[in-house]
């Protein structure tokens, strides 16, 4: 990705407020699991959401797409049942071919959901929906927040080292990764000392101000609910 997944989530289109499209992900989940309509809808629905949030979908698709085409074929080859196609040594049965489109369809389903929630909703905003309240919440703050100074001093190194052909050879990379690696190690120390003094000087009380997101949406929201639970009873 050129832009950082904070400022994707930032700039998403959102047709659905944070606290519904946290809790219409959450509560559709389980209907996700147990129904093979409802994985339908879901999967239909989400893809669409998401498509419709930010053109980024597709590619954080692809990973774990693959990872789940890869597993999903290791169980195609490895059920037994009534043998309706075999190449050399390898067996598709009737009972692997059901299994395998059901966890296809599974995966795929409950992954359009995640990576709807990923495109538009940052970690602030999905712990003020779900009311997590006092340390917990200040440690998963300032946790984050570290985690995305520490990524960013990490790809202007790595830019950095590219430049110079920190990269080329195989002994050269050993020794700019080594580099690199203690740098990392220096420059988190020297960013947690700014950033410490960062809140003090913003009379930092122990309470982590978050960015305050407008609502709404909650019509979309339970229409969509409801579309992936009338896959239950169909």
């Known amino acids: ?34 129904d093979i309509h409802a994985q339908l809808i879901a999967l239909i629905l989400f893809s669409a959401l998401s498509l419709h949030a930010s053109k980024y979908f597709l590619r954080l698709l692809i990973l774990p797409a693959v990872f789940i085409v890869f597993s999903v074929a290791v169980i195609l080859f490895t059920i037994d049942g ?40 940052t970690l602030p905003e999905f712990i003020t929906a779900l009311r997590v309240k006092g340390f917990l919440r200040e440690i998963m703050l300032l946790g984050y927040r570290s985690i995305q100074i520490l990524l960013e001093e990490v790809e202007n190194l790595k830019i950095s080292a590219d430049a110079r052909l920190g990269f080329f050879g195989f002994r050269r990379r050993l020794r700019t ?40 949406g909650e019509f979309y929201a339970l229409l969509s609910f409801l579309a992936i639970l009338s896959g239950v009873f169909i």
């Open 1 to 34: 990705m050129t832009e950082s997944l904070e400022s994707v989530q930032i700039n998403s289109k959102k047709l659905i407020g944070s606290n519904a499209r946290v809790w219409l992900v959450l509560l559709s989940l389980p209907l996700i699991i147990v």
């Open 82 to 121: 009534k043998e309706i196609l075999s190449l050399y040594f390898l067996r598709i049965t009737d009972k692997s071919l059901e299994v395998a489109l059901s966890t296809l369809l599974r995966c795929f389903s409950a992954l359009s959901a995640f990576c709807y929630l990923i495109l538009t909703t």
């Open 177 to 216: 990764t080594a580099l690199m690696s203690y740098m990392i190690f220096l420059k988190s120390m020297e960013k947690v000392d700014k950033f410490e003094k960062a809140k003090m000087a913003r009379c930092y009380n122990g309470v982590f101000p978050s960015r305050k997101v407008k609502g709404g």
